[in-house]
């Protein structure tokens, strides 16, 4: 059974960090375009930061030089390591996977709250 499985968030105060990981059991972890998604309440979810087989990354402006997603294959873990976070970074956190003619995979999200 695929399961992507999200740890690490939590509440942290402002200027604070936190690391994501996402536990991916599925086969041929290599070959998937891994992402991290939010959505924060009454707001459409939103690409945060996204990393390919090859290790290319992209990243919302918003969170450029703040954030920084990674993977380690021999773990099939994919990372977000979070810096400096800002109230407005609360939302729930989604782990995506994406491979070519299969349909996305998701984890079932977890809450980041930034607050004093």
């Known amino acids: 059974q695929v399961q992507l499985v999200e740890s690490g968030g939590g509440l942290v105060q402002p200027g604070g960090s936190l690391r994501l990981s996402c536990a991916v059991s599925?086969?041929?972890?290599?070959?998937?375009?891994m992402g991290w998604y939010r959505q924060a309440p009454r707001k459409d979810r939103e690409l945060v930061a996204m990393?390919?087989?090859?290790?290319?990354?992209n990243y919302a402006d918003s969170v450029k030089g703040r954030f920084t997603v990674s993977r380690d294959n021999a773990k099939n873990t994919v990372y977000l390591q979070m810096n400096s976070l800002k109230p407005e970074d609360t939302a729930v956190y989604y782990c995506?996977?994406?491979?070519?003619?299969?349909?996305?995979?998701w984890g079932q999200g977890i809450q980041v709250t930034v607050s004093s």
């Open positions: 990393i390919t087989s090859g290790e290319i990354t």
């Open positions: 599925v086969s041929l972890f290599t070959r998937y375009t």
């Open positions: 995506n996977a994406k491979r070519s003619g299969v349909r996305d995979l």
